[in-house]
């Protein structure tokens, strides 16, 4: 009895049901057609060059197995390519499946078949799916300062890294405001991965870029194709999807691969500048299920780790500065990393130019041009450190809760110097000062303007502070 082509298809795909996922069953087996089985050579066709060396990479072997259970030992299955919708000429390349793959011949595969791989990623070649992951090496874990500000998102990131796909945190949604690492740790997390799981097909893609390709396919009536693409990514990382906020078909879309790669165990690494609850103009589904993995947020750096960055940069870049410059530096940029990295920079720069020495003096009027929008205002760390420095005090004591009598009245005083220099709120103030309430603040206020108008000796040490802490 001999088979149909259609018979012999049905056989093969009962078997491959059996053998994988029917999510990759739906995406891989379902849009091949059989088309012709002549002696023992099954001919079948799929829709792109794509999915050919899909399927060859992937399924080879079980495909290798079918075919022979199948159409016996001389089994053998040829490739019909559909080149193009409009230019429907297909090509037929032949894989002796009997090969081994290692000594598979190299299939001739002609230029307009590569020139028609539409995706920017796809490196054209000719057996492996190659892609440009678009990952900046500089951006590595070891590139990034950890702190209490990152702590909870970098050891999430590390673990997804460690195990991509196979974490409670999928997906990994970083948010925080500008400036604070997003795209970093992205790109970090992404790096490791590629590390520890070379053949992972991990991608790393903005959102405007995404949108971009969306809408462009749709201009070419490549819809399948980008969908296609898109869902054979292990590790897919979008930077700054609050940009996806009123555009329905960019999310309907997004919507679908999210749960295509969700439900295939693929790791989602999703950045945003505010937290979900805030993303307006976003569809409720999509929200609710960044919410499904783990949501994690950067905040301003601490002092510490804001000189700490400054070092890590400085020793990146082979330069030394005094230590005071980098404390000034770090004392007077205080929430967000992209502008004290540009300060640093300016700063070297201003040096190497005017070949000056880079002295407390010339950081002093470079930051305060470069931090034009509140030049006239300090630090609440800043204040705290002159508050130390002339009373002699270690700084963790103002910063812990003691009450000390000493150490209350120096820390009155930089709650003093922080309610009138800066725009903290007296919460704020507080909470940087041994964590104490609003109303402490208040009170602490009060009890030092009483002083000055008491005390001879006290309204002295106000001056003397005031004219420290003043930046000008
Ligand atoms: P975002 O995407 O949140 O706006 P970026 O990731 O672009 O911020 O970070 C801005 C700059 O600050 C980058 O040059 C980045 O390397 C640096 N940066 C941010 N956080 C850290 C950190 N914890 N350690 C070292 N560099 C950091
Ligand atoms: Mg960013």
Redesign the pocket.
Known sequence: MTKTYAEAWEGCLKIIKDNVSIQNYKTWFDPIRSIKLSKSVLTIQVPSQFFYEWLEEHYIDLLKKTIRKELGALGKLEYNIVIDNSMSKPYTVKIPTSARPSDNPVVPIPMDINNNIRNPFVIPGIKKIKIDSQLNP??SFD?????DC?RLARSAGFAVSNKPGGTAFNPLLIY??????????GHAIGIKIKEEFPNKIVLYVSSEKFTQQFIDSVKNNKQNDFINFYQLIDVLII?DVQFFAGKEGTQKVFFQIFNHLHQNGKQLIL?S?RAPVEMQGMEQRLLSRFKWGLSAD?QS?SLE?RIA?LE??MHADGVELPKDVVEYIAYSITTN??E??GALISLLAQGSLNKKEITLELAKQMIDKFVKNNAREVSIDYIQKVVCDYFKLPIELLKSKTRKREVVQARQIAMYFAKNLTKSSLANIGMHCGGKDHATVLHACKTVNNLIDTDKHFRKYIEDLGKLVSID
């Open positions: 500089n951006y590139n990034f300062i950890e702190g990152n925080g405001g500008v400036g604070l690492g997003k795209t970093h740790l930077d950045t500048d950067l750096p780790t960055i890590k940069k990393v992209r004290l990295e």
